[in-house]
């Protein structure tokens, strides 16, 4: 989301902090991004307010500044708290809108390094240790050893193109379809698991997650098995 916000000039620098403390103006590696530049406001109070500048009823100029930051949408309800709080206006002229732009900060996958490069044979072993599988379908493969690794948990096959151009050895998913195992032409050993198996370590890590971020809070999961598919 973007947020445009305006403020008399005096208050630019502590309402724009207030936004960035609480999640606003992160890209990519940079924080603290804004933009701002000067603009001339006008209002008239009624009987009823309590301006900042100005009395009720007279029609009112004052200096201001437009302050546009990028802002997550999950975090938007308290960026904008903080803003209306830092702001010394009774009443906040701001806009929100939408973006269709990429979110640098999340994707769907992601791609990290053993320590060292291991046999295809100790990988397999590895893959079905770390993940407690008993099989899992993957696809023939000229590489002898594996180092580099991409993982998307649930139907990454999407991500399959991604991984290959990444340099990937190997890519650990799920629901890969028939045809989509050609696509990587004997290269990067490409590892369908199971879409259960794939997802299924989540819950302690959110279970971890919450009971850090939340100590006070009882934290209860289901025990239920919920995978529809089974093996026979």
Request: proline content about 4%; charged content about 20%; hydrophobic content about 35%.
């Amino acid at each position: 989301m973007k947020l445009g916000v305006h403020v008399p000039e005096d208050y630019l620098s502590e309402v724009e902090a207030a936004m960035f403390q609480h999640g606003a103006g992160n890209i990519g590696n940079y924080s603290d991004c804004g933009f701002s530049w000067d603009g001339r406001g006008t209002f008239t109070p009624n009987n009823a307010s309590k301006p900042f500048i100005g009395s009720a009823n007279e029609s009112t100029v004052g200096l201001e500044k437009r302050i546009e930051v990028l802002v997550p949408e999950y975090c938007l309800s308290s960026v904008l708290g903080a803003m209306k709080e830092a702001h010394p206006y009774e009443e906040v002229a701001y806009d929100v809108v939408q973006l269709k732009n990429d979110w640098q900060e999340v994707g769907s996958g992601i791609i990290g390094e053993l320590p060292s490069s291991v046999s295809m044979d100790d990988f397999i072993q590895l893959l079905k240790t770390k993940m407690e599988l008993n099989f899992f379908k993957g696809t023939k493969s000229n590489r002898t050893e594996i180092k580099k690794v991409g993982i998307c948990g649930g139907a990454g096959s999407f991500l399959i193109p991604q991984a290959m151009a990444s340099g990937c050895d190997a890519y650990i998913t799920s629901d890969v379809k028939y045809h989509e195992f050609f696509d990587t032409e004997g290269g990067m050993f490409l590892c369908d698991i199971g879409h259960y198996e794939s997802e299924k370590f989540t819950i302690p890590l959110f279970k971890e997650i919450l009971s850090e971020k939340i100590p006070n809070f009882a934290t209860i999961f289901a025990q239920t098995d919920t995978n529809p598919v089974q093996y026979h």
